[in-house]
């Protein structure tokens, strides 16, 4: 694998037929417009989201602790707390908590995907306590609490809706299961993300 910077530092591999690149160039341009516009808050979060989880798709674990992928981190850093990015990522934490507490209803699997797609950038990308406020790092474990209290009540995820990506520590895709006594669905691949399913 042939790695390295492109002019914004933020290049993470140059392998054929991967335009790894290209996503990571993706990825700072989406969250640097939610930095930057005013308007369209939520959908500007939710596409940056997106952009980051198909960089995460398209990569290895050792390309994102690379040189290439630790110079892409550090710019995310920088711009995860410019801007209105701050207040946006705070909105997410809540709509995020919201959802959750919400899972009993259609709630619970929107939920799954914003407590991922969190997870995904704090543990693959940038550490949750660079860019996260005290209040919205405090929150996480409140997610987790209400994901867990309304799991037994959750519409049921199937093996079709547990997407083939989701890591095993990710536990929440499978608590509803685990909740009613089942043994975890197989994973599936539901296809490409939705980036805030339900809503």
Do not use: K
């Amino acid at each position: 694998m042939t790695s390295g910077a492109d002019e914004d530092g933020v290049s993470v591999s140059a392998d054929a037929g991967r335009d790894l690149s290209g996503l990571a160039r993706s990825v700072t341009e989406a969250f640097e417009e939610s930095a930057t516009r005013r308007r369209d808050r939520d959908a500007l979060m939710d596409n940056a989201f997106a952009a980051l989880f198909e960089l995460y798709r398209a990569t290895t674990s050792a390309e994102r602790r690379s040189p290439a992928g630790q110079n892409l981190g550090a710019a995310l850093a920088r711009l995860l707390v410019s801007g209105n990015n701050p207040d946006r990522l705070g909105l997410y934490v809540v709509r995020t908590q919201t959802a959750a507490e919400n899972g009993r209803h259609e709630g619970y699997r929107p939920a799954c995907w914003r407590r991922s797609m969190l997870q995904i950038l704090g543990e693959e990308f940038v550490p949750w306590e660079t860019f996260l406020r005290p209040g919205d790092l405090a929150a996480l474990p409140r997610i987790d609490d209400a994901l867990v209290e309304v799991a037994a009540e959750a519409s049921p995820v199937s093996g079709e809706e547990v997407p083939a990506w989701v890591p095993e520590s990710h536990w929440w895709w499978w608590e509803p299961a685990r909740r009613r006594g089942e043994d975890a669905p197989d994973r599936a691949d539901s296809g490409p993300l939705d980036t805030v399913p339900g809503e």
